[in-house]
């Protein structure tokens, strides 16, 4: 059972425009969401968070949402950059526990 | 300051044959992870640990075991290696004191034949 959910795939987005990666969740009991970077061969590296008392947490270009009552969070990236195209991981984790779930990633491609 | 190292980057085993992977992190970091990389499943926790001398499993240890003898070194092993074990690995760290962010290593790809 999938508790973290990334559906899609893929997403093609024009240089300037705005990208949005979506990622569900189905444990009410996680409390912490992480949005990681990936690009081929190199490690995840970490680019947003957002504990579950907010609703937002902007960082520069970077924005996440979270709507706890749906489970859902999403990441906004304003405006596209070509240097965004990445695989783009959600996790989740309840604090108390230290361990992450990780949804299966959407592949951003920013067109120049 | 290096963050998270691992070794090998690459290797391929055949069946049956057992090998270890390594992590190392500089960062003085408590809680560590092994994760596996397989197409269109994401990342999944293979086995963690959350201090020195302490190991636990995550969602996919069947195959697997760790140890985590010093603090700043966390080792997988395969005992016996199959073809399903196939996979890129990704160690990672963390502080446990309530930054949540984990620091990945660059991988390990793996091939079983």
């Known amino acids: 059972d999938q508790q973290v959910k990334q559906n899609s795939p893929s997403l093609s987005v024009q240089e300037g425009r705005i990208s949005i990666l979506n990622c569900d969740y189905t444990?009410?009991?996680?409390?912490?969401f992480l949005w990681y970077k990936k690009y081929p061969a190199e490690g995840p590296t970490f680019l947003i968070s957002?504990?579950?008392?907010?609703d937002k947490n902007e960082d520069g270009r970077f924005t996440v949402f979270l709507n706890k009552s749906a489970k859902h969070l999403s990441l906004h990236i304003v405006p596209s950059q070509p240097g965004d195209s990445a695989v783009y991981f959600c996790a989740a984790s309840n604090s108390g526990t230290y361990k992450y779930i990780f949804g299966t990633g959407t592949r951003l491609k920013v067109l120049a | 300051n290096a963050g998270v190292t691992q070794t090998p980057k690459f290797r391929v085993l055949k069946t049956g044959q057992s090998m270890t992977l390594l992590c190392a992190q500089d960062m003085n970091h408590e809680y560590m992870y092994w994760y596996r990389q397989d197409p269109g499943m994401g990342l999944r926790l293979i086995h963690y640990s959350v201090g020195e001398g302490t190991t636990a499993k995550g969602e996919v240890p069947d195959g697997y075991n760790v140890s985590r003898l010093k603090k700043q070194n966390f080792l997988l092993g395969l005992e016996s290696a199959a073809p399903s074990q196939t996979s890129v690995y990704f160690c990672a760290s963390s502080s446990g004191t309530g930054d949540y962010e984990q620091y990945f290593g660059p991988g390990t790809r793996l091939t079983v034949t």
């Open positions: 957002i504990s579950s008392i907010k």
């Open positions: 444990n009410s009991m996680f409390d912490y």
